[in-house]
């Protein structure tokens, strides 16, 4: 059985494949295409994704790590709240067929997940995974089932 | 001037509580800017990216977009409006928000939808000082002015 280390970098890579193939129908003028892996993509990353970080495994690290991790934890929320407001903007791109809105909004989006992904999966999954790994094992199954949930075709 | 952790935090500006500050001008338009602890955390700006002028923004849209190589986020507005006036300089030159994030380095000036609601959820003096001690504590934050 994977981690939850593991299971959260795959998610992430899954999800990275949908952005750069909703990007690429963009790029194509697939618009009606681009607007379906967008979507998929938003309810993938916010969704599942982001509920399982913010409903269990920012509170385990909390718990964990004390003071000092509300730090790292902060900056995190910061990245979500941030990312739900730049999918919006992608969408609204994509519907006014906006392309250069759309590069410009996918280039802050590519380097916000980069930075965003590298502190998850180098300080929060590993701490998760090696000292609360009942805390790993829930989110794990959250992360499964709120992706049957969102009936993502991409998801086994 | 307050100051905590070298951060400085003038009470007469409106604070989202987060990383934004709003003065109100007296044409009754909003001019926004990020805070002193917000740009210690962002680093050396690299990218500034403002929205259009004439553009409708709603509340908590970005009005601009920042970057440097370890931080990027969005500067969320305050209410809903038109964006009246960007700062062409910061265009150029992001890291003027490093050197003088309430002064010269203003971001954007929006004219508020509805002005009598304009700052209803901003934050202003004492109350404002105090919630962003706590934020600065929270984010460990250690503030340093860069000098060009």
């Known amino acids: 059985m994977e981690s939850i280390e593991q299971i959260m970098r795959h998610d992430h890579e899954r999800l990275d494949v949908l952005l750069e193939a909703g990007a690429k129908a963009v790029h194509e003028g697939l618009w009606h295409e681009a607007a379906d892996l967008l979507q998929r993509f938003r309810h993938g990353i916010v969704d599942a994704h982001m509920v399982v970080e913010e409903t269990l495994l920012f509170p385990a690290f909390e718990t964990q790590q004390g003071h000092a991790g509300l730090a790292l934890t902060a900056i995190l929320r910061k990245g979500h709240q941030d990312l739900r407001v730049f999918f919006l903007e992608m969408a609204e791109a994509i519907a006014a067929r906006d392309d250069e809105e759309f590069a410009a909004l996918l280039r802050t989006v590519r380097a916000l997940l980069k930075q965003h992904d590298s502190k998850e999966e180098s300080e929060l999954y590993p701490q998760v995974a090696a000292a609360m790994p009942e805390q790993g094992r829930a989110a794990g199954k959250l992360l499964l089932s709120l992706q049957r949930a969102t009936a993502d075709p991409g998801v086994r | ?139 460990d934050v250690q503030c340093m002015r860069c000098s060009d």
């Open chain 2, 1 to 139: 001037m307050n100051e905590f952790h070298g951060c400085e935090i003038p009470a007469d500006l409106f604070y989202d509580l987060d990383y934004v500050w709003v003065r109100p001008e007296q044409d009754g338009t909003l001019t926004i800017g990020v805070t002193d602890p917000a740009q210690a955390i962002a680093g050396r700006l690299q990218y500034a990216r403002i929205k259009k002028l004439d553009v409708h923004v709603d509340a908590g849209r970005h009005v601009a977009t920042l970057e440097s190589s370890k931080w990027v986020g969005g500067v969320p507005s305050p209410c809903a409006g038109v964006i009246v006036a960007r700062n062409e300089a910061l265009l150029a030159k992001p890291h003027l928000i490093n050197v003088d994030p309430y002064g010269d380095a203003w971001i954007a000036r929006i004219k508020p939808d509805d002005a009598q609601h304009a700052l209803d959820h901003v934050t202003t003096g004492a109350e404002a000082v105090v919630a962003l001690e706590a934020w600065i504590q929270r984010y």
